[in-house]
């Protein structure tokens, strides 16, 4: 059974930073491609970034420049470091396994993690 638990949210004020952490079982994880996606109060779920097997990584606009995703595949777990945090980037946070093609209709999701920004 596919299970990925995500940590690191919280509190902090605008520039501050967060590390969250995402660690998955009960698929073959190295070979899956991960992504992290959030959802903001009224707003729909959007992307934030991904990463495949092999570790290249790719971005959109919101993180580009202040957030890096990266993986240990050692630990099953991959991160999403997020710098120069906005108030904007107040939103839930979820972590999605994505299958070995990146595939959104393949996704398996954490429960999320909360993150707010203050000004």
């Known amino acids: 059974q596919v299970h990925l638990e995500e940590s690191g949210g919280g509190s902090v004020q605008s520039g501050g930073s967060l590390r969250l952490a995402c660690v998955g079982s009960?698929?073959?994880?190295?070979?899956?491609?991960m992504g992290w996606f959030r959802r903001a109060p009224g707003k729909e779920l959007e992307g934030v970034a991904a990463?495949?097997?092999?570790?290249?990584?790719t971005y959109t606009d919101p993180g580009k420049g202040r957030f890096t995703i990266s993986r240990d595949n050692a630990k099953n777990t991959v991160f999403l470091e997020m710098n120069s945090l906005r108030p904007e980037d107040t939103a839930m946070y979820y972590c999605?396994?994505?299958?070995?093609?990146?595939?959104?209709?393949?996704?398996?999701w954490g429960q999320g993690t909360q993150v707010t920004v203050s000004s």
């Open positions: 009960g698929f073959p994880f190295r070979d899956y491609c």
């Open positions: 990463t495949d097997s092999s570790g290249d990584t």
């Open positions: 999605a396994a994505l299958g070995v093609g990146c595939r959104l209709e393949e996704a398996y």
